[in-house]
């Protein structure tokens, strides 16, 4: 490294298809317009100094140092890590890591900082899209210890400008779906309530989706065409599956006839599964649905992992958004700057 790099990680909002990723299902996710902006500027040694400004914290390690850290110290070294056992070459450094996305907000402030560090640190970032979210990925999962599924990273690198990007998990088959919104607009509004995935419900929904396998004899809930005979919860967490897969292909067929009073009946049909069927809500995402739905919003779900986090919104020509809430539009996927 020779002079110094910044790149940028979006964020993401998935549309629709939620819990559906780690069972090699289907979710229309598009990266945001806010996000992580990582600068490494090269330094004598063989260290990593690393400063996330937004929280005034700073970490320094060297560049062999594959010791876990905690919090955001745990994705700066696991990505460095997880880098260089790819075989990247990885140089001294000093990052600088600044954003516009709160960490536990629901809209993977996560995958923004890892595919940001990716490209501020390869020394050459033309490299596979899709290998490059797995390399993410096992940072979130071996590194971090959060067994997230793959719809993130793949959001956040290899989502179009301008469009959500229909991804089947099953083959990891991406296909962009245009989001032309009309005079209609999409926000989202903080339940205040922080979401970990490291912890809390979502591993143990996961648990129960692989012994829903289990008790089917099924590699993966794909395979499922129907929850009958299983135990509960498992059945509710099955039924959840199967009818967000569905809601994706009738989003995107209600964003291709421009239906959008229909967009917004699937967001509430998936907040509605994910909340009764999936039991991932929690009473603070519960009034910011209220808040947007009061607002007239034409639907409203909440975003990602769910336990907390964000919702988001789909309002008519002419409505205001409820206080706090933020328009959200589909930006770029990560790249240099
Ligand atoms: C989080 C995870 C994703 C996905 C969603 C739920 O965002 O990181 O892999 O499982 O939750 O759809």
Request: charged fraction near 25%.
């Amino acid at each position: 490294m020779r002079e110094a790099v910044t790149a940028r990680g979006p964020g993401r909002v998935n549309l629709i298809g939620e819990h559906t990723d780690y069972n090699d299902g289907l979710a229309l996710p598009f990266a945001i317009d806010r996000g992580v902006t990582v600068t490494a500027e090269p330094l004598g040694g063989d260290r990593i100094e690393a400063r996330a400004v937004d929280l005034g914290e700073e970490d320094a390690f060297a560049l062999d140092d594959d010791t876990a850290g905690q919090g955001w110290r745990a994705f700066v070294r696991g990505t460095v890590t997880e880098l260089r056992e790819a075989g990247h070459e990885v140089h001294p450094c000093r990052l600088t890591i600044e954003g516009d996305l709160p960490h536990g907000s629901g809209l993977s402030s996560s995958a923004a900082l890892e595919a940001a560090l990716c490209l501020a640190l390869l020394e050459d970032p033309d490299v596979d899209r899709v290998e490059l979210a797995r390399l993410c990925s096992r940072v979130e999962n071996d590194r971090v210890g959060a067994h997230t599924g793959l719809l993130d990273q793949l959001a956040v690198l290899c989502a179009e400008d301008g469009s959500a990007l229909r991804i089947d998990f099953r083959d990891l088959a991406m296909t962009s779906v245009p989001l032309e919104l009309g005079g209609w607009t999409l926000v989202t509004l903080d339940s205040g309530a922080a979401h970990e995935h490291a912890e809390g419900g979502y591993n143990e929904r996961r648990a129960e989706c692989a012994a829903a396998c289990e008790a089917l004899g099924i590699e993966s809930l794909r395979e499922a065409t129907s929850a009958d005979g299983l135990p509960t919860p498992l059945d509710r967490r099955v039924r959840h599956v199967l009818t967000e897969n569905a809601r994706v292909d009738a989003m995107a067929g209600a964003l291709a006839a421009g239906d959008l009073e229909a967009a917004g009946a699937l967001l509430t049909a998936s907040h509605a599964s994910l909340r009764d069927d999936y039991e991932a809500s929690v009473p603070e995402v519960e009034r910011a649905v209220e808040a947007l739905m009061s607002a007239g919003a034409a639907g409203a779900r909440m975003v990602g992992g769910g336990f907390g986090g964000s919702v988001l919104g789909l309002l008519g020509p002419g409505l205001a958004p409820p206080a706090g809430a933020t328009a959200v539009a589909p930006g770029p996927p990560a790249r240099r700057l």
